[in-house]
């Protein structure tokens, strides 16, 4: 068999189908909840009977907690390590409690349309808040997609209402839109360490707390509101809420914040063709025209906006997977990450073991059976490396998934632990298993889980680590498990 290189990026720039039509369907259900959050409310001379800003908060959030807390219950979802809370409460805080309670006081006095094209300037502060806190960059072309999409905002606000005057629902709206683009900064990391199910859980759930402030006035406006401001409710937790957020997230942490919300310029087009028919809150043809020149910046932006690079330029964020071949120095390589994981890992791993697998390198990856490969950036440094070994019958072994803490957080350890599980699929493996330290390596427990592996009984015996030491056995079944799941 051919040895094969892929040139990847530490993250994807522009998006696959499968993550487009994931953005699509978070994006359409969210554009319904501005509607749906004007049919729960009281709004002032509708005659109709809802809820109050924060008690419609409160029931769509408790029912996606419920709906969160029961798919936990049934998958045994694991809790998150002590050291991310205070990142996943102040998640929470911003991009559920304050952004929510802000958006539907702000809705009270602005339209559904209006309220989605304000929500839509968050792309803007997501962007700025990405090239500084997040090293993320858009080409020239992609900034001037960002202001034709805003160009288009304004002009769909002028459609509504005539004129640009500051009232306190926009300003609220306004708040809603910054907080909703600091949730996106603070997001990214924690996705690397956890799949987007378990984040949105965990931050749908410290977001929900806040907001029991509001159940006095929930249990009391329940018997008179309307069945369609209560059903309104629900659905907002169950679509809106738990279902977008976790496809949001999916998408998130395949790709950069700063490109994945600009997608958000389709809100008020979405938000206002929902609200037309929902609400019968007609469009002018302002609006209209606002609409096409915001999609045109999204189009600008997601075709233009990542600056070019060439298959190996010289930037950390163009990364090659490839085999590694019997060279000297190829070798050494290799073996100098084995040392430095054995370092990190410290008493864990017996010395002895470690050290003898190191000596004998490329064995046991080596062969028809085997295979050992590593990350390098485009100056050609390596980052990382994993490892493919035969286990017993169809099934492999991956090992050693490293990577070196100034290259952590990029998703190369992802990119790794993919090519490995596609490696083995061309080797005719059926089942790849694994061992890993939940204790010492949460992200990695999180990354095997994202692309399809199962906790599962031991399979060999492991007296060479240390018996206080807890360890997970994993497997995934290469003739069903997709390459990238969602």
């Given at each position: 068999?051919?040895?094969?290189?892929?040139?990847v990026s530490?993250m994807?720039?522009?998006?696959?189908?499968?993550?487009?039509?994931?953005?699509?369907a978070a994006?359409?259900?969210w554009?319904?909840?501005?509607?749906?959050i004007?049919?729960?409310?009281?709004?002032?001379?509708s005659g109709?009977?809802?809820?109050?800003?924060?008690?419609?908060?409160?029931?769509?959030?408790g029912?996606a907690?419920?709906?969160l807390?029961?798919?936990?219950l049934?998958s045994?979802?694991?809790?998150?390590?002590?050291?991310?809370i205070p990142?996943?409460?102040?998640?929470g805080l911003l991009?559920i409690?304050?952004?929510h309670v802000?958006l539907?006081?702000?809705?009270?006095?602005?339209s559904?349309?209006?309220a989605?094209?304000?929500?839509?300037?968050?792309?803007?502060?997501?962007?700025?808040?990405?090239m500084?806190?997040?090293?993320?960059?858009?080409?020239?072309w992609?900034w001037?997609?960002?202001l034709v999409?805003?160009?288009?905002v304004?002009l769909?606000?002028?459609?509504?209402?005539?004129?640009?005057?500051?009232?306190?629902?926009?300003?609220?709206?306004l708040?809603?839109?910054?907080?909703?683009?600091?949730?996106?900064?603070?997001?990214?990391?924690?996705?690397?360490?956890?799949?987007?199910l378990?984040f949105?859980?965990?931050?749908?759930?410290?977001?929900?707390?806040?907001?029991?402030?509001?159940?006095?006035?929930l249990?009391?406006q329940?018997?008179d509101?309307?069945?369609?401001a209560?059903?309104?409710?629900?659905?907002?937790?169950?679509?809106?809420?738990?279902?977008?957020y976790?496809?949001?997230?999916?998408?998130l942490?395949?790709m950069p914040?700063?490109l994945?919300?600009?997608?958000?310029?389709f809100?008020?087009?979405?938000?206002?063709?929902?609200?037309w028919f929902w609400?019968?809150?007609?469009?002018?043809v302002?609006?209209?025209v606002?609409g096409?020149?915001?999609?045109a910046?999204?189009?600008?932006?997601?075709?233009?906006g990542?600056?070019?690079?060439?298959?190996l330029?010289?930037?950390?964020d163009?990364?090659?997977?490839?085999?590694a071949?019997?060279?000297d120095?190829?070798?050494?390589?290799?073996?100098d990450?084995?040392?430095?994981y054995h370092?990190w890992?410290?008493?864990?791993?017996?010395s002895r073991?470690?050290?003898?697998e190191?000596?004998?390198?490329?064995e046991?990856?080596?062969?028809?059976g085997?295979?050992?490969?590593?990350a390098?950036?485009?100056?050609?440094?390596?980052?990382?490396?994993?490892g493919i070994?035969?286990?017993?019958g169809?099934?492999?072994?991956?090992?050693?998934?490293?990577v070196?803490?100034?290259?952590r957080?990029?998703?190369?350890?992802?990119?790794?632990?993919?090519?490995a599980?596609?490696?083995?699929?061309?080797?005719?493996?059926m089942?790849?298993?694994?061992?890993?330290?939940?204790?010492?390596?949460?992200?990695?427990?999180?990354?095997y889980?994202?692309?399809?592996?199962v906790?599962?009984?031991?399979?060999?015996?492991?007296?060479?680590?240390?018996?206080?030491?807890?360890?997970?056995?994993?497997?995934?079944?290469?003739?069903?498990?997709?390459?990238?799941?969602?």
């Amino acid at each position: 068999m051919g040895i094969s290189c892929r040139i990847v990026s530490a993250m994807t720039d522009r998006p696959t189908t499968r993550t487009l039509l994931t953005i699509a369907a978070a994006l359409l259900l969210w554009a319904s909840a501005f509607a749906g959050i004007r049919a729960g409310l009281v709004l002032p001379g509708s005659g109709t009977s809802g809820y109050g800003p924060g008690e419609l908060a409160l029931l769509r959030f408790g029912t996606a907690s419920l709906v969160l807390a029961v798919y936990a219950l049934a998958s045994r979802m694991r809790l998150p390590d002590a050291r991310d809370i205070p990142a996943i409460v102040g998640a929470g805080l911003l991009g559920i409690s304050i952004y929510h309670v802000a958006l539907n006081f702000g809705e009270m006095t602005v339209s559904a349309g209006a309220a989605a094209l304000l929500i839509s300037a968050s792309p803007v502060f997501t962007a700025l808040m990405s090239m500084v806190l997040l090293k993320e960059r858009l080409s020239r072309w992609g900034w001037i997609g960002v202001l034709v999409s805003f160009a288009g905002v304004v002009l769909i606000t002028l459609g509504e209402g005539g004129n640009l005057e500051i009232e306190t629902g926009a300003i609220l709206v306004l708040i809603a839109s910054i907080t909703t683009s600091t949730y996106f900064i603070v997001s990214k990391p924690l996705l690397r360490r956890y799949s987007a199910l378990e984040f949105t859980s965990y931050a749908i759930w410290a977001g929900t707390v806040p907001m029991l402030v509001f159940a006095p006035g929930l249990v009391a406006q329940i018997p008179d509101a309307s069945a369609s401001a209560t059903l309104a409710g629900v659905y907002l937790g169950v679509f809106p809420g738990a279902t977008a957020y976790v496809l949001w997230s999916s998408a998130l942490s395949k790709m950069p914040a700063s490109l994945l919300s600009t997608f958000l310029y389709f809100q008020p087009v979405n938000a206002t063709v929902i609200a037309w028919f929902w609400l019968g809150e007609v469009p002018g043809v302002l609006s209209i025209v606002g609409g096409a020149i915001a999609l045109a910046g999204v189009v600008i932006v997601n075709t233009k906006g990542v600056p070019s690079r060439g298959p190996l330029a010289s930037t950390d964020d163009s990364v090659a997977i490839l085999p590694a071949d019997t060279s000297d120095l190829t070798i050494e390589s290799a073996r100098d990450l084995f040392r430095d994981y054995h370092d990190w890992l410290g008493d864990v791993v017996c010395s002895r073991t470690m050290t003898q697998e190191i000596e004998s390198l490329p064995e046991p990856y080596a062969g028809s059976g085997g295979r050992l490969l590593l990350a390098k950036d485009g100056s050609g440094a390596v980052m990382g490396c994993i490892g493919i070994r035969p286990l017993e019958g169809p099934a492999c072994e991956i090992k050693r998934l490293y990577v070196r803490p100034e290259h952590r957080g990029s998703g190369v350890g992802r990119m790794l632990a993919i090519e490995a599980l596609e490696t083995a699929r061309q080797l005719g493996y059926m089942e790849a298993r694994l061992t890993t330290l939940p204790e010492s390596m949460p992200g990695a427990l999180a990354t095997y889980r994202s692309i399809g592996f199962v906790e599962v009984d031991p399979f060999y015996d492991h007296s060479h680590v240390d018996p206080d030491t807890e360890m997970i056995f994993m497997s995934v079944d290469l003739t069903s498990a997709t390459q990238e799941p969602l």
